[in-house]
């Protein structure tokens, strides 16, 4: 689809005629075309056997670029990550578009693009989707929801009944990168290194832990809004019990603990878009970190899961004191996601 430097995306883009049909066929197709996609249906057919993970997220982020990525690869990465933390490969995404009418077409190609690169890397492909255009001032330039399907590995067993005290609490790498990415970003903040947002995929490492593991991995989640200290409150009331996490453990980069400092901001409740949490039995916590390791070197075992002190997390300093990590009220940074 040919375009100037300033075209834009207009309602007909968005009203089933001529335009949208070049729109979705020379922007959108073209760019995520696969053999499922290029039937252009109404629905996708799909082969899959086995237990069935499905999820949906929608994102509003903003802004819509950032250091790291864009929304479009957050959208692919998010519900990439949720199929994986469900024990699940993630197989095939729908992926829809809320555009606001004015958008800049160049930019809604160079999401497209992005969304194509980021299911490339996860192995997963967008097989169906919709595209609406609101009048201006309706949206805030682009919404993405995406579905993802995908298929349970045979040895996964992700709950949180499977949850046990003695269990060690496991995180993948460095906290709060995304969302002080993000707030950088709308802040206008400079800082002698920059804050890049840690979107990935996660389901290579997740798979590798479950093929190795299998029943031992016992929980899995991704800590998104509302960072580790909320991800962490949610699992301690799932089961019933208490997590005790010790502050020299966490890894949060110079820079991000910086500018949460110049914000006033506590880490522990800073969104991720890389960063899970997984709960495994105490006799493979060394093996485990060690895998989560070669991936990432700043992943730590940060703490345990115990009866004591019931439905809470406790905080354990260096210097020998203790504090609840209570869960986050309100919104500390809104559309992070």
Same mark, same amino acid.
């Given at each position: 689809? +040919?375009?100037?430097?300033?075209?834009?995306?207009?309602?007909?883009?968005?009203?089933?005629?001529?335009?949208?049909?070049?729109l979705l066929n020379e922007?959108?197709? +073209?760019?995520?075309?696969?053999?499922?996609?290029?039937?252009?249906?109404?629905?996708?057919?799909?082969?899959?056997?086995?237990?069935?993970?499905?999820?949906?997220?929608?994102?509003?982020?903003?802004?819509?670029?950032?250091?790291?990525?864009?929304?479009?690869?957050?959208?692919?990465?998010?519900?990439?990550?949720? *199929? !994986?933390?469900c024990g699940a490969k993630? +197989?095939?995404? !729908?992926?829809?578009?809320?555009?606001?009418?004015?958008?800049?077409?160049?930019?809604?190609?160079?999401?497209?693009?992005?969304?194509?690169?980021?299911?490339?890397?996860?192995?997963? @492909?967008?097989?169906?989707?919709?595209?609406?255009?609101?009048?201006?001032?309706?949206?805030?330039?682009?919404?993405?929801?995406?579905?993802?399907?995908?298929?349970?590995?045979?040895?996964?067993? $992700?709950? !949180?009944? @499977?949850?046990?005290?003695?269990?060690?609490? *496991?995180?993948?790498?460095? $906290?709060? !990168?995304?969302?002080?990415?993000?707030?950088? #970003?709308?802040?206008?903040?400079?800082?002698?290194?920059?804050?890049?947002?840690?979107?990935?995929?996660?389901?290579?490492?997740? @798979? @590798?832990?479950?093929?190795?593991?299998?029943?031992?991995?016992?929980?899995?989640?991704?800590?998104?809004?509302?960072?580790?200290?909320?991800?962490?409150?949610? $699992?301690?009331?799932?089961?019933?019990?208490?997590?005790?996490?010790?502050?020299?453990?966490?890894?949060?980069?110079?820079?991000?603990?910086?500018?949460? #400092?110049?914000?006033? *901001?506590?880490?522990?409740?800073?969104?991720?878009?890389?960063?899970?949490?997984?709960?495994?039995?105490?006799?493979?916590?060394?093996?485990?970190?060690? *895998?989560?390791?070669? #991936?990432?070197?700043?992943?730590?075992?940060?703490?345990?899961?115990?009866?004591?002190?019931?439905?809470?997390?406790?905080?354990?300093?260096?210097?020998?004191?203790?504090?609840?990590?209570?869960?986050?009220?309100?919104?500390?940074?809104?559309?992070?996601?």
């Open positions: 689809m +040919k375009q100037s430097a300033n075209e834009i995306i207009h309602l007909h883009h968005g009203s089933g005629g001529e335009h949208m049909t070049k922007v959108i197709i +073209k760019t995520l075309h696969n053999d499922i996609l290029d039937v252009k249906h109404d629905g996708a057919f799909l082969n899959l056997q086995g237990k069935l993970a499905f999820s949906t997220d929608s994102y509003v982020i903003s802004p819509i670029f950032f250091k790291g990525g864009n929304i479009g690869e957050l959208a692919v990465n998010g519900t990439v990550n949720d *199929l !994986s933390m993630p +197989k095939y995404l !729908s992926l829809s578009f809320i555009i606001e009418e004015g958008f800049s077409l160049a930019e809604f190609t160079t999401i497209v693009e992005s969304i194509r690169k980021a299911a490339d890397k996860a192995e997963v @492909q967008i097989v169906t989707g919709d595209t609406k255009v609101v009048e201006r001032g309706k949206g805030d330039k682009i919404y993405i929801n995406t579905s993802g399907i995908g298929v349970v590995y045979d040895k996964a067993e $992700i709950s !949180s009944l @499977q949850i046990k005290p003695g269990n060690a609490v *496991l995180i993948n790498s460095a $906290i709060a !990168s995304h969302g002080m990415a993000i707030m950088s #970003e709308r802040e206008g903040l400079q800082f002698e290194s920059d804050i890049v947002s840690d979107t990935t995929n996660l389901n290579f490492t997740v @798979q @590798q832990l479950i093929e190795r593991f299998g029943n031992k991995v016992h929980f899995l989640r991704d800590a998104t809004r509302g960072g580790l200290a909320s991800v962490l409150n949610e $699992i301690a009331t799932d089961c019933h019990l208490g997590i005790s996490i010790f502050d020299e453990k966490i890894n949060v980069e110079t820079q991000v603990k910086n500018a949460c #400092e110049l914000l006033g *901001l506590d880490p522990l409740y800073v969104a991720n878009e890389g960063a899970f949490v997984c709960i495994v039995d105490q006799s493979i916590a060394q093996e485990a970190l060690a *895998l989560l390791q070669t #991936e990432n070197p700043l992943a730590s075992n940060i703490g345990t899961i115990t009866e004591e002190h019931p439905n809470k997390v406790i905080l354990h300093s260096a210097f020998g004191g203790k504090r609840v990590v209570n869960p986050l009220i309100g919104e500390q940074l809104p559309r992070i996601c």
